[in-house]
């Protein structure tokens, strides 16, 4: 069974910095694309960014050129670095595991990704 758990949310000012961490366990970590998501109060839960074992990634376009996503596979660990933060960029933040081993395409519908963490909280104060 797949355990995500995020780390690194909290309060920010607008124009700060962040790095959201996520340890995964549970399956080969090396062999699955991993994703970011969020979800704001009374909004559904959106795409943010998401990196194959390959190493190629995909960014939603409002965060593009702001929140680089990384892995690190010796360590079972996704990183989200998000900078230039913006009020709008308040939400809880979800890890999460695409459900297909050996994936090439990254897919930003919540329904390929079967295994979730708990969510951290950030927030942008203007």
């Known amino acids: 069974q797949v355990q995500l758990v995020e780390s690194g949310g909290g309060l920010v000012q607008a124009g700060g910095s962040l790095r959201l961490s996520c340890a995964a366990s549970?399956?080969?970590?090396?062999?699955?694309?991993m994703g970011w998501f969020r979800q704001a109060p009374g909004k559904e839960r959106e795409f943010v960014a998401a990196?194959?074992?390959?190493?190629?990634?995909t960014y939603a376009d409002s965060v593009k050129g702001r929140f680089p996503i990384s892995r690190d596979n010796a360590k079972n660990m996704v990183y989200l670095q998000m900078n230039s933060l913006k009020p709008d960029d308040t939400a809880v933040y979800y890890c999460?595991?695409?459900?297909?081993?050996?994936?090439?395409?990254?897919?930003?519908?919540?329904?390929?990704?079967?295994?979730w963490g708990q969510g951290t909280q950030v927030t942008v104060s203007s």
């Open positions: 990196i194959t074992w390959r190493d190629s990634k």
């Open positions: 549970g399956r080969t970590f090396s062999d699955y694309i």
């Open positions: 999460a595991e695409d459900r297909r081993r050996w994936a090439v395409n990254i897919v930003t519908t919540m329904e390929e990704y079967d295994s």
